[in-house]
């Protein structure tokens, strides 16, 4: 049997998950194979700024138009540790390479380059992630949780957050408001 390969692709939260950490959410799928899934949730800006961030880590922000940037809540995993998003993918410490275009870093030397204006033309910057253990993620499929899709970098980096929800699903030709809570199975 062939292993499901969801790396480089959004998952949206169906509408039964509306009592759940994930209601509503958008996540992007940085890893995915046979000991599970890492996922960075896209839509969900949280009160901290990029400046606020770097004052707290004590690393210089001296890119003044990104010191107003949310932080996002990238998942319910590790949510006291930074996880960046980021276009081209680059050579930095400690990076999952996800294709040819995007990585997810998990070390400082990025946010120092940011800080520094070195950093990726396009970033989002997490704390905590989205995690499966092996299978799980698979069954969550099965049971109609999510719908998954292609992703697409304009949506992740270039929309503002409440947008890309509804943005991913009109790539798929769906409107939110038309899903059903229910879920069928044919």
Request: with cysteine; proline share 5%; aromatic share 6%.
């Amino acid at each position: 049997m062939t292993q499901l390969n969801l790396s480089h692709q959004f998952l949206i939260a169906m509408p039964a998950m509306v009592e759940s950490t994930f209601a509503k959410s958008l996540i992007y799928i940085c890893e995915h194979n046979e000991q599970g899934a890492l996922g960075i949730i896209v839509n969900r800006p949280i009160s901290l700024t990029l400046g606020e961030l770097f004052a707290q880590i004590k690393v210089p922000l001296n890119q003044p138009e990104l010191k107003n940037l949310p932080v996002h809540f990238g998942g319910p995993v590790q949510t006291d540790r930074g996880f960046v998003l980021h276009d081209p993918v680059g050579q930095w410490q400690s990076t999952l390479t996800i294709n040819d275009k995007v990585g997810l870093t998990t070390s400082k030397d990025i946010l120092e380059a940011v800080g520094d204006g070195q950093g990726p033309h396009s970033l989002l910057v997490t704390l905590g992630y989205a995690g499966w253990e092996p299978g799980q993620l698979e069954h969550e499929l099965a049971e109609n949780a999510w719908l998954s899709m292609a992703a697409s970098e304009h949506i992740m980096f270039e929309l503002p957050a409440e947008e890309r929800l509804f943005a991913a699903m009109a790539l798929l030709g769906v409107d939110y408001a038309t899903l059903s809570e229910e879920a069928g199975h044919a």
